[in-house]
């Protein structure tokens, strides 16, 4: 690079392409919403650069020199070619990535999303990996903020603005049992708060169901409580305790294990599943991608709330 390219200012271009446009400083000046002085004093600056006057007067109208006519057009197209890069998205080829998007799951979700997922990532973008993480509710904005998270799939959150989100599906509750237990063949509220039961607590937390029956004085018999909802499938699966779990994942269980599943036998509200991500992270292509893929996986596996 010679000493002129390196003093040049690219600045001063848009100053020169405006003067030849609008014939003066003044003009120049209201289309690039600069003061006349500073317009004044660009323009100096490109004739000490160039060494040539760029523009004589005549008249109200500063006409172009030689040189500037000669220039024109590569100035105009370069500063044509910087303003539309700066407009213009790159065409993302997922094929192309070699990326890993870590995400925030549950064990159930995880379940449900990740073969869809992975089946389409193989396909569209091979050298994508894909990392899932457990997470506390209360961790995930700092998280998702520092970019040790891309992407978190949980119920309703409690996070600042800078974490944007999107409902994704809302889901229901169901109860799984052996195919072969009494109540199999009709379960009924009473029934089900004498039955025993294992609950889910990955984390150490409050069961979120028992809170919320104990909210409205309704409480079960837990003789059981395990880290991961496989395990408690299982376990239902072989003895008589009941396990109330997403429709979604009963459904999906049924289909390895040998369990029944009926709807729960109390009212409960459906739940929303929503998406997390931070706003920094919005408009990158790639990421907007898998945010997509992650979404339509979501969709696919949670089945509609009504009926069993």
């Given at each position: 690079?010679?000493?002129?390219?390196?003093?040049?200012?690219?600045?001063?271009?848009?100053?020169?392409?405006?003067?030849?446009?609008?014939?003066?400083?003044?003009?120049?000046?209201?289309?690039?919403?600069?003061?006349?002085?500073?317009?004044?004093?660009?323009?100096?600056?490109?004739?000490?650069?160039?060494?040539?006057?760029?523009?004589?007067?005549?008249?109200?109208?500063?006409?172009?020199?030689?040189?500037?006519?000669?220039?024109?057009?590569?100035?105009?197209?370069?500063?044509?070619?910087?303003?539309?890069?700066?407009?213009?998205?790159?065409?993302?080829?997922?094929?192309?990535?070699?990326?890993?998007?870590?995400?925030?799951?549950?064990?159930?979700?995880?379940?449900?999303?990740?073969?869809?997922?992975l089946a389409r990532i193989g396909r569209e973008a091979p050298r994508v990996r894909v990392a899932s993480h457990r997470i506390a509710a209360g961790e995930v904005e700092r998280e998702l903020r520092a970019g040790t998270l891309d992407l978190v799939v949980d119920r309703p959150l409690s996070a600042g603005p800078q974490i944007l989100r999107r409902r994704l599906a809302d889901e229901s509750l169901a109860v799984v049992m052996r195919q072969a237990h009494p109540l199999a063949a009709a379960l009924r509220r009473g029934d089900y708060l004498a039955a025993r039961h294992v609950a889910v607590s990955a984390l150490g937390e409050?069961?979120?169901?028992?809170?919320?029956?104990?909210?409205?004085?309704?409480?079960?018999?837990?003789?059981?409580?395990?880290?991961?909802?496989?395990?408690?499938?299982?376990?239902?699966?072989?003895?008589?305790?009941?396990?109330?779990?997403?429709?979604?994942?009963?459904?999906?269980?049924?289909?390895?294990?040998?369990?029944?599943?009926?709807?729960?036998?109390?009212?409960?509200?459906?739940?929303?599943?929503?998406?997390?991500?931070?706003?920094?992270?919005?408009?990158?292509?790639?990421?907007?991608?898998?945010?997509?893929?992650?979404?339509?996986?979501?969709?696919?596996?949670?089945?509609?709330?009504?009926?069993?």
């Amino acid at each position: 690079m010679d000493r002129l390219e390196q003093r040049i200012d690219l600045n001063l271009f848009r100053v020169l392409h405006a003067i030849h446009a609008y014939g003066g400083v003044s003009a120049a000046a209201r289309a690039l919403h600069l003061t006349q002085p500073a317009v004044t004093h660009a323009l100096r600056r490109l004739r000490d650069l160039l060494g040539d006057p760029l523009f004589v007067r005549q008249g109200n109208r500063l006409l172009p020199t030689a040189k500037t006519r000669a220039m024109m057009p590569s100035v105009r197209a370069h500063l044509e070619g910087l303003h539309a890069s700066l407009h213009t998205q790159p065409q993302l080829e997922p094929a192309q990535l070699e990326l890993q998007f870590t995400v925030g799951f549950r064990d159930i979700l995880e379940s449900i999303a990740l073969p869809a997922l992975l089946a389409r990532i193989g396909r569209e973008a091979p050298r994508v990996r894909v990392a899932s993480h457990r997470i506390a509710a209360g961790e995930v904005e700092r998280e998702l903020r520092a970019g040790t998270l891309d992407l978190v799939v949980d119920r309703p959150l409690s996070a600042g603005p800078q974490i944007l989100r999107r409902r994704l599906a809302d889901e229901s509750l169901a109860v799984v049992m052996r195919q072969a237990h009494p109540l199999a063949a009709a379960l009924r509220r009473g029934d089900y708060l004498a039955a025993r039961h294992v609950a889910v607590s990955a984390l150490g937390e409050p069961n979120a169901l028992d809170l919320l029956l104990g909210q409205s004085g309704i409480f079960r018999q837990v003789q059981l409580v395990c880290q991961h909802y496989f395990s408690a499938c299982q376990i239902a699966a072989a003895t008589d305790l009941l396990l109330t779990v997403p429709r979604s994942y009963a459904l999906h269980l049924a289909a390895l294990l040998p369990i029944a599943v009926r709807p729960l036998p109390i009212h409960l509200k459906s739940f929303p599943i929503l998406a997390y991500w931070h706003e920094s992270t919005d408009a990158d292509p790639a990421h907007a991608w898998f945010r997509q893929c992650v979404i339509e996986a979501i969709g696919a596996g949670v089945a509609p709330a009504d009926g069993v």
